[in-house]
């Protein structure tokens, strides 16, 4: 199948008279007819349900389809993006282990790296998007347990040498954890490139319609754990009588491990009605991830035509930062986030953004309308100037997320806010 028909059928397929639309199993437990079937289901929790704290009939559905959209072994949904993110890292770094990320990517992301895991004694190595493969090389260190970057970074709109950083971590024996949140696989698959792992903040473009905050995990099941540096993946789970993840569950032992451990643990797994509202979105990604495109490139030729902007960022866009990259790997557009800096700074561009009508201010992005962000007074609100600038983010910067309506409204809007500035 190709990708627009998956995003329709993948998942779920009813069987003689069944619902046609995938139903919202809306139960917190599954009812055995003996003893022994309960105690079968937790010797191998893989074949049946036990409980919607980590599995649910309808997410499962939701979870093979977006696996099926990455390219990967199995996926496992979460309650939201963050969530995705620290269970990612928590699945095989421990405190006293260390990871590198990339530091252009999401302000969330920063702060649980660089302060909420720190706490927990798991030491985040920032390096820079654009660093050399020498550099990156070099970042390193004995307890380094994987390698994290965002295909299109939120909101620096870098785009990741996926290939490149694959390598280093490979050459190291660590996997490449790549957030896709902005490309979806609609634009982009990082497993094609050499990812292992890939995240996704649902709540953007997958959802679109901003109903559901949630997040989810793909395992491409090609990393080979067994190198000796994942005892946690290799030697027996205490807490699931002994199970050794990559011996018994081969075809995907990441994944595996996230939701019998973690998620049985931490709990942040999504509610079937969230899933649902996701899977409607996921039914027309392709649709739209098109129509954001071809929107986002006429506004972001707008914007640069203006001349009252230093610069705009649209990898698609020829000259734009990342334009090389993007061709590589992002041929078909680089979604509807656009980010551009104003002329004049902080506060031109508050004034820019309250003299906006139609495009709201709001803390979203990649949602069905469109919608502007400061991302310096709001989203890295709490970042230093270094790390702001480390994350590309300049006070006259602004996050423009072009959305579904008519171009033609969308940049009469942006016309009569330039006027005012
Ligand atoms: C929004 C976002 C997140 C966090 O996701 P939530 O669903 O808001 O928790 C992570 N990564 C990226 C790239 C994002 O845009």
Redesign the pocket.
């Given at each position: 199948m190709k990708i627009e028909t998956k995003c329709l059928h993948e998942g779920y397929t009813p069987k003689n008279g069944e619902p046609r639309v995938m139903p919202i199993v809306q139960s917190t437990t599954y009812v055995y007819d003996s003893t022994d079937d309960v105690a079968a289901v937790f010797d191998d929790p893989t074949k049946s349900l036990i409980y919607s704290r980590f599995e649910n009939p309808t997410t499962d559905c939701v979870e093979k389809k977006i696996a099926a959209l990455e390219g990967g072994a199995a996926a496992m949904c979460t309650s939201?993006?963050?969530?995705a993110?620290l269970l990612a890292i928590l699945n095989i770094c421990e405190a006293g282990d260390s990871f590198i990320a990339s530091s252009s990517?999401?302000g969330?992301?920063i702060n649980l790296f660089g302060f909420t895991l720190k706490r927990m004694g798991i030491e985040c190595i920032w390096v820079d998007n654009g660093c050399s493969e020498e550099e990156l090389n070099a970042a390193f260190k004995p307890n380094t347990k994987a390698v994290f970057g965002?295909t299109l970074a939120?909101p620096a709109l870098t785009v990741l040498d996926i290939e490149m950083w694959a390598k280093a971590a490979h050459a190291h024996g660590v996997p490449l954890i790549v957030?896709n949140?902005?490309a979806t696989p609609i634009l982009c698959r990082p497993i094609e490139w050499g990812a292992d792992i890939v995240i996704h903040?649902?709540?953007?473009y997958m959802d679109g319609h901003a109903v559901q905050?949630?997040?989810v995990i793909v395992d491409s099941g090609k990393f080979d754990w067994t190198s000796g540096k994942f005892p946690c993946m290799t030697e027996p789970d205490e807490s699931y009588h002994g199970i050794v993840y990559t011996e018994k569950y081969a075809f995907a032992p990441y994944i595996v491990k996230a939701r019998m451990q973690l998620m049985r643990d931490f709990g942040c797994y999504p509610a079937a009605n969230s899933s649902f509202l996701l899977n409607l979105g996921l039914e027309t990604l392709p649709v739209r991830m098109k129509q954001y495109c071809e929107n986002a490139l006429k506004v972001a030729k707008y914007i640069k035509d203006t001349g009252k902007v230093e610069f705009v960022t649209y990898p698609a866009l020829e000259g734009s930062k990342g334009h090389e990259l993007a061709k590589k790997y992002l041929p078909n557009g680089t979604s509807g986030v656009i980010s551009f800096s104003i002329k004049g700074g902080r506060n031109t561009a508050v004034k820019f953004m309250d003299s906006l009508k139609l495009a709201s201010n709001e803390v979203h992005?990649a949602d069905i309308r469109t919608c502007v962000l400061h991302p310096a007074s709001a989203t890295h609100r709490q970042l230093t100037d270094e790390q702001l600038v480390a994350a590309g983010i300049d006070g006259g910067l602004i996050r423009l997320s072009v959305g579904l309506e008519n171009v033609e409204d969308i940049i009469a809007d942006l016309e009569g806010a330039f006027a005012k500035i």
């Open positions: 939201s993006g963050q969530a993110s990517i999401y969330g992301t965002e939120n957030d949140t902005f903040s649902t709540s953007k905050v949630g997040g992005v």
